[in-house]
């Protein structure tokens, strides 16, 4: 027969099954980690006993994170597939938990109050964000085993009957391979303060029996009594003296916690035997959330949720004598989780851990202390004693309309989280893989790594499906390349936000990809297309799903065997076999040895747990107040936010006007961005709507804006005069736009002056031009076999022309020009190695976007060549102040080098070849050359890169130098440029190269013979101090109309 | 001063030491082997051919009752051990396949018994003739580049074969001709040089030895470096606008062999404008013929054009005269208003000039350089929002230059003009 308050926990159950199980299908490929965790289950589906995974970061061990929950559901997948194994396995972990909540809750309360909390587990806010927001399944499943190991350990301690600690280890071993941080932390935060609370209630009971007298320091037990209230003093002596007592129990029960810990031993043999030092992620955890709003609401409020609204009451309860060992660890964890609002977590946790921990984690433990009470406070309030006496002393009306308010706010927020992710995407909209895949699979593209862009955390769905290999990665902690762990980069996929560092990440691996063995990149994100195409990637496909697949010419495949850090064979074994055997341990003791013992004598098992039960306290009227004060100020400021920020209009003033103005087309909101305008001078929305849709540009299209400063100018009352200047991140380079708008008082609201558009008309109405287009058959034959020997075509020739070595303060650039003297348009990648005077190489690094990587039979390109060391090795370039994507990290010279060597190699190239763009009106200007870039072709050029090459008096390459244009050029129209005439002011020669020190297509440069040109070129510009310059146009076309 | 210290003869000891392990190894343990040697039981000769042909079978068959002994084998491939099997041994068809000098020995009891040697002879050149070619294509430069076909005939069993084989090359060049060749392996090759010739294009190559053919193979002749050539322009309209374009295009640009040189081949085109500023454009090949649009550019004067390809070569410089526009424009200035018109612009045919032709004006005081762009003949300058009095301005269109004095009155703040 079922115990009342266990059809609670019953109802609670069911749900739970419901409420989750229905919404978890629809939230789960919306979260954060779900796929990460599915990649993993996938990693133990293709091979169990294997930890080491290629896939990822050139290769990593899943033993940095416990296996349980990826292996049950690979073992699910096998019937299920991988994702309702997952979503299976979370709906059951969500079981667990609830059934832990309602054992832990009994230790605290009355067995009702602990079905209360049961039912209320199931719309913790914390709970709902973990497994619908972020999909942590490991976490939860760490702490529902606590949970549920909790009780055990209570009754271990207390009654000391044996059984109960070999179910209190087996359960624990089981959340230690599921979730081993929960385990360790829960160690200090719920263990030891369910141990203090089993003492101290052996003590209560025997004071009960034996009702001595004590002397010492009082611990009045007033507040919570057992069987009625005798009063009890229990001092801290006597605490002290039932801890010895009880010291066989603790013991025991403290040796056994290694041996339990050493279920996921080859996690601490890798944490040992393969240290990475890595540069920790910044979490929003850590932020200060009075500086950071959006932080605070996702790490405290939202976890905390109705917590927050009922914390005097938490309070009031956790902080009574009795249950003061867990008050301790509940404040301790809610301070804990402030993160960097105060300075205090930062002090007691110490600055290594506080950067390494994600603080959030303390605010979810919090929370988790919280539900006994919460769900007692609902009892007591729903059918308790609060119910009879709000309803005496303020009337029934006012009673219901508390209750109805407290749970309304709580379905509020959970509605809340569950569909936030819809309020606010969290994840870049789903992907169809299926395509991706296919490419992969097909004519062995999978014999190279790729690299997702702009994927999110779907691109751990898409390695779960796919054996290829990818130099990203989704899990932080297995990251090796030293490009990425010297980074708080997570993903490279993500670099877009990660400013700098990220994209210098970035800009790294697309520059030598042949280090990582990568060819192609998936595109989510036309963010990054103008750096691809500018190192020299170009476009191959557009996938039925909308994907672009860049691929980056000439680099070699996977070698067949590729380095791996082996484990002991041992480890590898002991690995696959001990979470599910920690599992099936804890399944046959808890279960069928409880099933079991109904055959035997009961005395055997039995203590005095089940009987013993607890009273609540008594009513107070302070409290009532307290909390009425505590709820009406929390929701008045809270409503006070809301209201500010319905009905604050962007209109007030002319700075807000501008900024709104701005942001709206920063996020192209132009309906928005248009109402700004001057009512009455301002164009028709379609108007506006269809001159701004022909703009393009790398500000149009490829930036985001970073920051905004306005000064403002008053001309008189009615009108300002603005000065806006705009911080833009591009993939390649900040720009900063300076802009005078004015604004305007119309009808007490204020306006900004619509911008013009160009009022140019070109001549002609329509345009051709011939077109060069190329095909390559790659295998004429279709099939599987490697490419036959006559179709491989032969590389082009090139030629270098001049290439120089030069110094400018401390690192040294290689400047130079080559040209194409084959038939067939080229694409290059020119590598230059410097070595030192005792011909020791140094560095190498390829041409990044300082050339034109395709060129055209006969054309000469000059380049520059810049050496990048992996960025922020250095302690002290960790936090760069300030945004730049143009800056790198200089390699840093120990041995000054001497001379150098430039290997060039060519592929015959068949895209992005439009030469019709041109410079005009090119003037020296002072120390300026000013003049237009006219696009005179049939292509729209979305991003237009000047190379602007230097020429000294024997018309050899002195300084090259690029300059990305802010607007794109449409078909016969110009845009002005204005670009400094000088070189550098430190620039000193080093080292003039030679043929010998030349070599394309592996064959010395000497072996290539061209017509010299002995004349001075008349496409050379004469400056005043009679050197010459050139300038070239790279023509970055958006959307080619030939693809 | 190091020689005077014997200590360094100490050195020399290990070596002393390894030379008596050597010694040991050299002499006592060679007599430790040859001693065993001498001990046959029976005597057997091999009756076998000298010679055999690739992928014939071979047995040795041994007397009956003999002890059991083995057979080792050993050929240019490798060593085999074979086992006795009643009386015979079977040996394997995948050592007879491989020609060449096949060793047979006869072991009884670690002790050679008997020792025979047989040729194994390739068989005829079988299909298909591997044949490899390289580089795929070469300048048609009239012999300098060239390119070689090679040949490595082989039996089926892949057997390279018989030296001084014959193997026949026949090109087809891009001219017509055609060309055969018997070349003799040699070396296991048989291969041939292919000198380039003048004619751009395709020799198609075939192979044959014995009875055995090879696939197509084709070497491409492509054109060689171009030669100074003409440029002309088209469709021009000689006014100074700014606006209009005018084609230019390249004579058809050839190599001293008069081959066209190959699509893209890209031509700078190098402009001197009229107002003495640089255009830098390019086009790129089409059938030898490289086109572009030039705009007209927006003074008066002569426009001198030339083209090149790096490595001296040259195009002609092409002149072109371009007339004035417009003449004269008249400037207005509207008190009430505050506007400043400049206009109309009147095009040399008495036309509106084009929407979007900039006008500059120059505040002359604080030289601020001012635009204005031409819409529908006029171009506008709201003086109120200037901030400033703003005095003598210099206003240029096209190269005429006009000056202007306007003095504005100073705003009377108080008044507070609801005008935007």
Request: glycine letters at 6%; proline letters at 5%.
């Amino acid at each position: 027969m079922l115990q009342k308050s266990d059809k609670l926990l019953l109802i609670a159950l069911s749900v739970g099954l419901v409420f989750h199980g229905t919404i978890f299908f629809f939230t789960f490929d919306e979260t954060y980690d779900s796929f990460v965790h599915i990649f993993f289950a996938d990693h133990y589906a293709r091979s169990w006993f294997e930890p080491w995974d290629n896939r990822w970061y050139t290769g990593f061990n899943v033993t940095s994170y416990p296996p349980l929950v990826h292996q049950l559901t690979a073992l699910l997948s096998f019937v299920f597939g991988l994702r309702i194994g997952f979503v299976l396995l979370a709906i059951c972990t969500v079981q667990l938990l609830i059934v832990g909540a309602y054992r832990f809750s009994k230790l605290w309360t009355t067995p009702r109050a602990a079905g209360y909390a049961a039912i209320f587990t199931c719309f913790v806010s914390s709970i709902i964000e973990t497994l619908h927001l972020f999909g942590q399944v490991p976490t939860l499943m760490g702490i529902s085993c606590l949970l549920n190991a909790l009780p055990e350990i209570y009754r271990w301690i207390r009654y000391g009957k044996h059984y109960r600690l070999a179910t209190a280890l087996s359960i624990m071993a089981v959340g230690v391979t599921s979730h081993h941080v929960t385990t360790i932390f829960g160690m200090v935060f719920f263990v030891a303060p369910v141990i203090g609370l089993a003492v101290l209630d052996s003590r209560i009971e025997k004071n009960k029996v034996e009702n001595q007298n004590n002397w010492g320091l009082s611990l009045s037990m007033r507040e919570v009594l057992k069987h009625g209230s005798l009063p009890l003093k229990i001092t801290i002596l006597d605490f002290l003296k039932e801890t010895w007592l009880k010291r066989k129990q603790i013991m025991l029960f403290g040796l056994a916690i290694p041996i339990v810990m050493m279920f996921v031993f080859p996690y601490f043999y890798w944490s040992k035997t393969d240290p990475i030092t890595q540069v920790s992620i910044p979490h929003g955890s850590r932020d200060s959330f009075i500086e950071v709003p959006s932080s605070g609401l996702m790490f405290f409020l939202i976890p905390l949720g109705i917590d927050l609204l009922l914390l005097p009451y938490i309070f009031s309860r956790v902080l009574t004598k009795r249950n003061i060992f867990i008050g301790l660890s509940f404040t301790l964890l809610l301070l804990f989780g402030t993160g960097g609002t105060t300075p205090i977590p930062k002090l007691m946790l110490g600055e290594d851990a506080f950067n390494i921990l994600t603080l959030d984690r303390f605010t979810f433990w919090a929370s988790i202390i919280a539900i006994p009470f919460i769900g007692e406070f609902f009892y007591r309030l729903i059918e308790g004693d609060f119910r009879d006496y709000l309803r005496l002393q303020i009337g029934i009306w006012p009673y219901h309309l508390i209750w109805s308010f407290i749970t309304l706010g709580c379905i509020t927020l959970v509605i809340f989280i569950i569909n936030l992710s819809t309020f606010r995407p969290l994840q870049p909209s789903t992907i169809d893989t299926k395509p991706i895949i296919q490419f992969l699979e097909r004519d062995q593209h999978d014999k190279w790594r790729f690299l997702t862009l702009g994927f999110g955390d779907q691109m751990a769905w898409l390695s779960a499906q796919t054996v290829s290999q990818s130099v990203d990665g989704n899990y932080h902690s297995a990251r090796r390349l030293p490009e990425m762990t010297t980074r708080p980069l997570e993903r490279l996929e993500n670099s877009k936000f990660k400013g700098i560092q990220g994209l210098g990440s970035l800009q790294q691996f697309l520059t030598i990809p042949e280090k990582y063995y990568l060819k192609f990149v998936f595109s989510n994100d036309k963010f990054y297309d103008p750096i691809l195409y500018f190192s020299g990637w170009e476009r191959i496909q557009r996938l039925e799903n909308g994907i672009m697949v860049w691929q980056k010419q000439d680099i070699p495949p996977l070698p067949s065997v590729l380095p791996e850090k082996n484990l002991p064979k041992f480890v590898k074994i002991y690995w696959g076999i001990m979470p599910l055997l920690a599992l099936l341990l804890a399944f046959s003791i808890n279960l069928l040895f409880v099933w079991y013992a109904r055959f035997q004598k009961k005395s055997k098992y039995e203590d005095g747990y089940e009987k013993d039960f607890l009273t609540l306290p008594t009513i107070k009227t302070r409290l009532f107040i307290l909390m009425g004060i505590w709820i009406f100020t929390l929701s008045t400021i809270i409503i006070t936010v809301f209201v500010r920020l319905l009905l604050s209009s962007p209109n007030d003033s002319p700075t807000k006007v501008l900024t709104a103005y701005y942001d709206a087309v920063d996020f192209k909101y132009f309906t928005t961005a248009h109402g700004y305008f001057n009512p009455k001078t301002r164009s028709s929305f379609e108007d506006y709507f269809i001159k701004l849709s022909v703009e393009d540009g790398i500000l149009a299209s490829y930036a985001k804006l970073d920051n905004l400063y306005i000064v403002e100018t008053k001309i008189d009352d009615e009108t300002y005069e603005l000065k806006a200047t705009a911080e833009w991140i591009t993939p390649v380079e900040q720009y900063i736009t300076e802009n005078i708008h004015k604004a305007v008082r119309y009808n007490g609201k204020w306006y900004i002056e619509q911008p013009k558009f160009d009022p140019t008309t070109p001549p002609d109405t329509f345009i051709d031009e011939a077109f060069l287009s190329i095909f390559g058959h790659g295998k004429r034959k279709a099939g599987v076999e490697p490419t036959a020997h006559e179709d491989f075509i032969d590389r082009p020739e090139l030629k270098i022309l001049s290439a120089r070595m030069i110094k400018l303060d401390s690192t040294y650039v290689v400047v130079g020009e080559l040209q194409n003297i084959d038939n067939q348009p080229a694409h290059i990648t020119i590598q230059a190695n410097l070595f030192d005077e005792y011909k020791r190489r140094l560095v190498s690094y390829n041409a990044k976007y300082v050339t034109i990587h395709r060129i055209m039979p006969k054309e000469t390109i000059p380049f520059r060549i810049e050496f990048e060391e992996t960025a922020w090795v250095k302690k002290d370039d960790l936090d760069p102040a300030k945004f730049n994507p143009k800056e790198f990290t200089k390699f840093d010279f120990k041995i000054p080098p001497k001379i150098f060597k430039l290997m060039v190699k060519a592929v015959v190239n068949k895209n992005d070849v439009y030469r019709s763009v041109g410079v005009q009106s090119v003037k020296e200007d002072g120390t300026k050359i000013v003049g237009d870039v006219l696009n005179y072709g049939t292509e729209e050029v979305s991003i237009p890169k000047l190379l602007i090459a230097f020429y000294d008096k024997n018309n050899k390459v002195k300084w090259v130098d690029t300059h990305f244009l802010r607007y794109s050029i449409r078909q016969q129209r110009m845009r002005g440029f204005v670009i400094e005439r000088s070189i550098p002011k430190n620039y000193k020669d080093v080292y003039i190269g030679t043929d010998d020190d030349f070599y394309v297509n592996g064959l010395p440069n000497s072996s290539f013979h061209v017509p010299a040109q002995t004349k001075m070129l008349e496409n050379h510009i004469l400056l005043k101090n009679l050197e010459s310059v050139s300038i070239r146009v790279d023509a970055f076309i958006g959307n080619p109309t030939i693809y | 001063m190091y020689l005077k210290n014997k200590k360094y003869l100490w050195g020399l000891f290990p070596i002393f030491l390894v030379g008596i392990v050597i010694a040991y190894f050299l002499f006592f343990q060679r007599k430790v082997i040859i001693s065993t040697s001498s001990d046959s039981q029976f005597f057997f000769q091999f009756n076998l051919p000298n010679s055999l042909y690739a992928g014939s079978k071979l047995s040795i068959k041994l007397p009956q009752h003999t002890p059991n002994c083995q057979l080792l084998l050993n050929s240019s491939w490798g060593t085999w051990w074979l086992d006795l099997s009643k009386n015979e041994f079977y040996i394997p068809d995948s050592v007879m396949m491989q020609s060449g000098l096949l060793d047979i020995s006869l072991f009884y009891n670690k002790n050679i018994i008997a020792e025979t040697q047989i040729f194994i002879k390739p068989l005829q050149a079988f299909e298909p003739l591997e044949t490899f070619l390289g580089s795929k294509s070469i300048i048609a430069d009239g012999g300098e580049h060239w390119s070689m076909i090679t040949a490595i005939p082989t039996d089926k069993f892949i057997n390279p074969v018989y030296e001084n084989t014959p193997v026949h090359f026949s090109f087809k060049r891009p001219n017509g001709n055609s060309e055969a060749y018997d070349i003799p392996t040699k070396h296991l090759v048989s291969f041939k040089k292919i000198y380039s010739q003048q004619k751009v294009g395709k020799t198609i190559i075939s192979m044959k030895a014995a009875n055995a053919a090879g696939k197509e193979k084709e070497l491409l002749e492509i054109p060689g470096y171009p030669r100074p050539f003409n440029i002309e322009n088209d469709e021009l309209y000689p006014y100074a606008d700014a606006r209009q374009y005018f084609k230019l295009k390249t004579g058809i640009i050839k190599d001293k062999f008069e081959n066209v040189v190959s699509n893209g081949t890209l031509v700078s085109i190098n402009i001197k404008d009229t107002d003495g500023s640089y255009r830098q454009l390019t086009s790129y090949t089409i059938g030898g013929i490289a086109r572009l649009m030039i705009q007209n550019p927006n003074i008066a004067g002569t426009m001198q054009i030339s083209a090149n390809i790096y490595g001296d070569v040259e195009s002609n410089q092409l002149n072109i005269q371009f007339q004035e526009t417009i003449k004269d424009f008249k400037i207005s200035y509207n008190k009430q208003t505050e506007v400043l018109k400049i206009g109309p612009f009147i095009g040399a045919m008495g036309q509106y000039i084009a929407d979007g032709a900039e006008v500059e004006v120059v505040l002359n005081p604080r030289q601020e350089n001012l635009k204005a762009l031409v819409i529908e003949g006029y171009a506008k300058f709201n003086l109120k929002q200037e901030q400033h009095p703003i005095g003598e301005m210099t206003i240029r269109f096209a190269g005429i230059e006009k000056r202007i004095n306007i003095q504005l009155e100073v705003k009377d703040k108080n008044k507070n003009d609801k005008r935007p």
